[in-house]
C-alpha cells in the first residue's frame, strides 16, 4: 500500500512538473510559431499549430531590413554583456573575497553599507549618472554603456557570503606555499569556486543582455543600439511586420537560453553555497 502510494505520488509530481513545462514553453512557441508564419496567418481567426507552410525567408529577412540594424544591435548587446559581465565578477569577486578573508575591523561596516545601495532606487541615480557620462563624452560609447553599471552589490553579496564558506584548509595551505591573498585568489580560490562565478556571471549577463533604459538613454546614436533598442523600434513604427518581429525576438533571446542551458547546473550550486548565514 506504502509503495503504491508512493508510486502515486511521483506520477502525479511528473505530470505536474510536465504541464508547468509546457506552460513555461508557451511564449516560446509562440515566438517560433509566429517568426516562421505570414502575416496572414499570425492574423487569422482560426489557430493552427504550425503555419501550412513555414517562412524560413522571415529570418533572413530580418537581417536584410534597412529600418532595423538587428546584426549591428547583437554585436552591441554582445560586446556590453560580455564586458559587463566579465568587469562586474572580477570587482565583485575581489571586493566579495576582500571582506570575507581579509581581517579589517571595519569590514562588516563596509558590507552593511555595500548592502544598503540595494534600498536606493535606481531612479535616484540615474540622472547624476547620466550627467557624468555625459560630462565625459561618453555618450553612445561602449565605456558609457558599460563602466557605469560594473558594480553590483548584490554579486559583491553572493561572493561574499560564498567565500564565508570557502575551506580555510586550502588557504593555509597557500600561506604555507608563501603566497599572499592576491596570489591565493588567483591560484587558490578562482579554480575552486566556479559555482559562485558561473552563477553570478549569468545572472550578470542575463540583465545586461536584457537592460533597456540605460542603454536607450546612452546609446543615442543608431549604432549604438543595443538588441532591446532595436525591437522597441517595432512599437513605434507606423506600418507594424508582425513576422518580424516575432523572429527578432526569438533572435534576441536565443543568446540567453544557450547560456542558461550551458550554466545551468552551476547556477543553482553557486547560490545554494552562498547562503545568508555567517
Known amino acids: 500500500m506504502h509503495d503504491a502510494l508512493t508510486r502515486a505520488g ?16 508557451i511564449p516560446f512557441y509562440l ?3 509566429n517568426g516562421l508564419a505570414t502575416e496572414r496567418d499570425i492574423t487569422a481567426p482560426g489557430w493552427t499549430f504550425f503555419p501550412h507552410a513555414l517562412q524560413w525567408s522571415n529570418l533572413t529577412e530580418v537581417f536584410r531590413d534597412p529600418n532595423l540594424p538587428l546584426g549591428r544591435a547583437l554585436l552591441n548587446s554582445t560586446l556590453i554583456a560580455v564586458s559587463t559581465t566579465l568587469g562586474t565578477v572580477l570587482l565583485a ?11 579589517y575591523r571595519r569590514a562588516d561596516l563596509v558590507f552593511y553599507a555595500i548592502l544598503g545601495t540595494l534600498m536606493v532606487p535606481a531612479a535616484v541615480t540615474f540622472v547624476p549618472s547620466f550627467v557624468l557620462v555625459s560630462t565625459l563624452g561618453w555618450i553612445s560609447t561602449l565605456r ?3 563602466v557605469p553599471t560594473l558594480f553590483s552589490a548584490f554579486a559583491c553579496f553572493i561572493f561574499r557570503q560564498y567565500f564565508l564558506g570557502f575551506p580555510k584548509e586550502l588557504e593555509d595551505a597557500a600561506r604555507v606555499d608563501g ?4 596570489r591565493t585568489y588567483w591560484r587558490i580560490v578562482v579554480p575552486n569556486a566556479r559555482p559562485a562565478f558561473a552563477a553570478v556571471g549569468t545572472i550578470v549577463f542575463i540583465g ?3 537592460a533597456f533604459l540605460w542603454p536607450l538613454v546612452i546609446g543615442q546614436d543608431r549604432d549604438a543600439w543595443t538588441v532591446q533598442v532595436a525591437l522597441s523600434t517595432f512599437t513605434t513604427a507606423q506600418n507594424l511586420n508582425l513576422h518580424e518581429l516575432f523572429v527578432a525576438a526569438a533572435v534576441s533571446i536565443a543568446p540567453l537560453v544557450v547560456v542558461f542551458l550551458l550554466l545551468q547546473r552551476y547556477i543553482v550550486a553557486g547560490v545554494e553555497r552562498s547562503g545568508i548565514d555567517d
Open 144 to 146: 558609457g554603456l558599460v
Open 31 to 33: 515566438l517560433v510559431r
Open 10 to 25: 511521483r506520477a502525479l509530481r511528473l505530470v505536474f512538473l510536465i504541464a508547468l513545462a509546457l506552460l513555461f514553453l
Open 208 to 210: 545586461a543582455w536584457n
Open 179 to 182: 603566497l599572499g591573498y592576491w
Open 93 to 103: 569577486s575581489l571586493a566579495g573575497y576582500g571582506l570575507a578573508r581579509i581581517p
